[in-house]
C-alpha cells in the first residue's frame, strides 16, 4: 500500500483518479457499498476516502414525561469500512479522522488501529456541530480545531504519544490531508483568514489539500493561485461531485455553503426530470475535469454520496 503523495509524485503528470464514499447505514449489508465501488474499479482509483459520521442524539419521552437523551449512530466508523474496501479491492484507503465526539486519548486510539491494519493515509478535519449546537463544540479533552489534530497525528509520526509510559513507541508514518475551500470555509470571515487557518494545518504537518466540491473552475484556479502566494506549496486535490437530481441545486449550496454558476443552473431550470437533470449534471462534470486535467491537476476526487452511476459515466470519457 502507498501513502497519497506518493501516488501523486508517482504519476508523472498523469491526472489520477479517486472518490469518497460514504459507510453503508447501520444494520445495511456492506454488500450494497460494494455494488456502488466495484463499477469505479474499472478506473483504477488509487485510494478512496471513507466518510465518517458522528453521533446524533434523539430525545425520549420517559414515563414520568421528562425527557430522556439518547445517542446514536446512523453509519458505523471508518476503521473496518477502509479494512474490508482494502481487502476486497486491493486499493488505499484513506479514512476520515474528526474531532467532534472523539477526545484526544480515542482519536490515539483509533490511529493505533488503523496503522496496525497498515493504513497508512488520513484525512483530518474539525468535523460538522451536532444538531441542537448554534456552533462546533468539541468534546471534553478534544480537539477544537483541525490544525490540533493534524499537530497530533504529525507527534505520533514522530514517535510521539499522549502517554509518557510508553516505553520505545513507534513512529506511525500517515500521510495527512486536509481540506480546502475553493469559496471559503463558512465560518471564516473572508478566504484571506480561512486560507491562513490552511496554511497553519499544513505547517503543523498536513501532506496534501483535497477540496470541497465546486461547479467553476475558475474558482478553484483563483483558490490555488492564492495558496501559492501565501506560500503553500502542497498538492491541491479538486473535488467534482456530479449533478444527479434537480433538488440538488438548492441542497448543495445550502448544506456545502457553495455557490452554482448561472449557465448550470439555467440548464437544469430547463429539465423536465431527475433523468434530464443527470445528463446535464454529467456533462458540466465531463467539461469541469477535462478542463482541470488539461491543467494538469493532480488528480480529480469524486464525491459519490453513495451512488456511483454518473461518476461512472464521467469517468469513462476521461480515463
Known amino acids: 500500500m502507498a501513502k497519497v503523495t506518493d501516488h501523486l509524485k508517482n504519476a508523472n503528470d498523469k491526472t489520477l483518479f479517486s472518490i469518497e464514499i460514504l459507510p453503508p447505514s447501520t444494520g ?120 490540533d489534530l493534524v499537530s497530533q497525528i504529525n507527534s505520533m509520526n514522530k514517535g510521539v504519544y499522549l502517554s509518557d509510559e510508553l516505553l520505545n513507541p513507534t513512529p506511525t508514518k500517515f500521510c495527512i490531508g486536509v481540506a480546502g475551500y475553493p469559496e471559503k470555509h463558512f465560518e471564516a470571515p473572508n478566504l484571506k483568514t480561512d486560507l491562513k487557518f490552511l496554511k497553519q494545518k499544513i505547517e503543523r504537518g498536513a501532506d496534501y489539500i483535497v477540496t470541497q466540491m465546486f461547479f467553476d473552475n475558475k474558482k478553484f484556479f483563483e483558490f490555488v493561485e492564492k495558496c501559492r502566494a501565501e506560500g503553500i506549496t502542497a498538492p491541491i486535490i479538486p473535488g467534482i461531485k456530479p449533478i444527479t437530481m434537480k433538488s440538488q441545486i438548492y441542497n448543495l449550496p445550502r448544506n456545502f455553503f457553495i455557490d452554482m454558476p448561472d449557465d448550470l443552473i439555467d440548464a437544469i431550470d430547463k429539465c423536465k426530470n431527475d433523468d434530464e437533470v443527470k445528463i446535464v449534471g454529467v456533462e458540466w462534470a465531463i467539461a469541469q475535469s477535462k478542463e482541470l486535467m488539461k491543467s494538469k491537476v493532480p488528480c480529480l476526487h469524486f464525491y459519490s454520496m453513495g451512488k456511483s452511476m454518473a461518476i461512472h459515466q464521467v469517468a469513462s470519457k476521461l480515463f
Open 28 to 147: 445495511e449489508s456492506i454488500q450494497n457499498l460494494f455494488d456502488n465501488v466495484t463499477p469505479l474499479m474499472e478506473f483504477k482509483p488509487k485510494f478512496i476516502d471513507v466518510t465518517y459520521h458522528r453521533e446524533e442524539f434523539v430525545y425520549k419521552k420517559m414515563a414520568n414525561g421528562l425527557l430522556e437523551q439518547k445517542s446514536i449512530k446512523k453509519r458505523p466508523g471508518t476503521v473496518s469500512i477502509c479494512a474490508a474496501l482494502m481487502h476486497r479491492f486491493d486499493v488505499d484507503t484513506v479514512p476520515h479522522i474528526i474531532c467532534g465526539g472523539f477526545t484526544k486519548e480515542e482519536t490515539e486510539y483509533a490511529l493505533i488501529d488503523l496503522n496496525f491494519l497498515g493504513i497508512d493515509n488520513v484525512l483530518a478535519l474539525r468535523g460538522d456541530s451536532i444538531k441542537g449546537q448554534k456552533s462546533f463544540e468539541p468534546d471534553p479533552g478534544g480537539h477544537k480545531f483541525a490544525d
